[in-house]
């Protein structure tokens, strides 16, 4: 299993009527927070997209148990859960500044082709650096 942890600022934005962090911006979170897991081993987004592959997001479960708050940092908790075939999985857990779980999430997407936007297995360079990490923890400090 390869986790990593990273931090958020809530901004000002990203918050409602109520003072609460919309529910949309987690999508944004988790992207981040995914693709910092990823950076951590050696995969960047950037480095994905010129070799001529894609990884659209295909599939999306949250659990929401507390709201968060403008200004709060953020915990979020990644791991890649699985790669098989052409998906790959990762779940989350975000923690308040009390340390207390305040989201639940897991995230599914494809390996794509850029030229085709067809799926397919994921290049040897990204199945070599989950190979080489696995049991990685890392904190973000």
Same mark, same amino acid.
């Given at each position: 299993?390869?986790?990593?942890?990273?931090?958020?600022?809530?901004?000002? /934005?990203?918050?409602?009527?109520?003072?609460?962090?919309?529910?949309?911006?987690?999508?944004?979170?988790?992207?981040?927070?995914?693709?910092?897991?990823?950076?951590?081993?050696g995969i960047s987004y950037k480095s994905?997209?010129?070799?001529?592959?894609?990884? /659209?997001v295909t599939g999306m479960i949250f659990?929401?148990?507390? /709201?968060?708050?403008?200004?709060?940092?953020?915990?979020?908790?990644?791991?890649?859960?699985?790669?098989?075939?052409?998906?790959?999985?990762?779940?989350?857990?975000?923690?308040?500044?009390?340390?207390?779980?305040?989201?639940?999430?897991?995230?599914?997407?494809?390996?794509?082709t850029k030229d085709s936007r067809k799926?397919?297995?994921? /290049?040897?360079?990204?199945?070599?650096?989950?190979?080489?990490?696995?049991?990685?923890?890392?904190?973000?400090?």
């Amino acid at each position: 299993m390869i986790a990593y942890e990273c931090k958020i600022r809530v901004m000002y /934005p990203d918050t409602d009527q109520m003072g609460y962090v919309h529910h949309s911006n987690y999508v944004k979170y988790y992207e981040t927070a995914r693709w910092e897991l990823l950076r951590n081993i050696g995969i960047s987004y950037k480095s994905v997209e010129d070799a001529g592959y894609l990884l /659209p997001v295909t599939g999306m479960i949250f659990k929401f148990l507390k /709201p968060a708050f403008y200004d709060e940092l953020l915990m979020i908790e990644t791991r890649l859960k699985a790669i098989k075939g052409a998906r790959i999985w990762f779940t989350y857990k975000t923690y308040n500044t009390d340390g207390e779980m305040i989201n639940q999430a897991e995230t599914s997407l494809a390996f794509v082709t850029k030229d085709s936007r067809k799926p397919c297995h994921p /290049p040897d360079f990204i199945l070599k650096a989950i190979k080489g990490n696995l049991q990685k923890e890392q904190i973000h400090a």
